[in-house]
């Protein structure tokens, strides 16, 4: 079975430029997250999907970030413009999404952003 | 307010010297807990779910164990290859107020076995 698939795995931008990064879930998992990891912390929650309807994005800078999930498959998170402060690990990662019952996220291998 | 704590953030080992990661936490009711492993560069991997207290699930030179408050990762003999930073991240049960699964994650602990 196909992990979660994520590129690019680096990138390197002047800060207020734009980045997009890509996820593509395990096939068949309805929820989807993204989440932010900043060097030495735990992943911080931005969005989480369920389908292509977004459930939770309290936590989503919605004036630089943006994030969709049009066809409930994979998924595309926007920066626009980019802060020095951005420069995190940006992790995606999928569940099945039953919900009410234990869900094991499992996770891609991230994108690695340096904002100069 | 729900939340995750882990401890200590920092662990060095001897190859051999045998510890414990502790990982507490405050949640309205416990639907799973998780750990997973991050090497440097990599997303986390998946190590064990528990549920229950008293739970206890191994994998190699790791154990898991579970109460009504905290989760223990008991590392026996480690080698220089179980260096990483190891998470903890926490399901409640449902919240009426939302129809979707909810997680917390801890701050990790990096953890360097010395040969």
């Known amino acids: 079975e196909a992990g979660v698939a994520q590129s690019p795995r680096y990138k390197i931008i002047e800060k207020r430029q734009s980045v997009a990064f890509w996820c593509n879930p395990i096939s068949g998992h309805a929820t989807l997250y993204w989440y932010q990891q900043i060097l030495g912390q735990g992943p911080k929650l931005l969005i989480q999907?369920?389908?292509?309807?977004?459930?939770?994005d309290s936590q989503l800078p919605k004036d630089r970030f943006s994030a969709e999930r049009l066809k409930g498959v994979d998924s595309t998170l926007k920066i626009q413009p980019a802060k020095l402060e951005d420069s995190a690990v940006y992790l995606c990662?999928?569940?099945?999404?039953?919900?009410?019952?234990?869900?094991?996220?499992?996770f891609g291998p991230g994108t690695r952003l340096l904002v100069l | 307010e729900d939340q995750v704590t882990q401890s200590p953030e920092a662990l060095r080992l001897q190859e051999g010297e045998s510890s414990s990661l502790n990982c507490s936490y405050t949640v309205s009711g416990l639907r799973g807990l998780f750990w997973y492993r991050q090497d440097p560069g990599k997303g986390p991997e998946f190590l064990f779910t528990l549920y229950s207290a008293g739970e206890e699930k191994e994998k190699e030179r790791l154990k898991a164990t579970l109460t009504k408050k905290e989760s223990f990762l008991h590392i026996t003999a480690p080698k220089p290859e179980d260096s990483a930073t190891y998470l903890c991240?926490?399901?409640?049960?449902?919240?009426?107020?939302?129809?979707?699964?909810?997680?917390?994650f801890g701050s990790g602990t990096k953890l360097n076995v010395k040969p």
């Open positions: 999907f369920q389908n292509n309807g977004v459930v939770d």
């Open positions: 990662a999928s569940s099945r999404g039953d919900y009410g019952t234990q869900e094991t996220q499992y």
């Open positions: 991240a926490v399901q409640p049960h449902p919240d009426p107020i939302y129809n979707f699964n909810k997680f917390y």
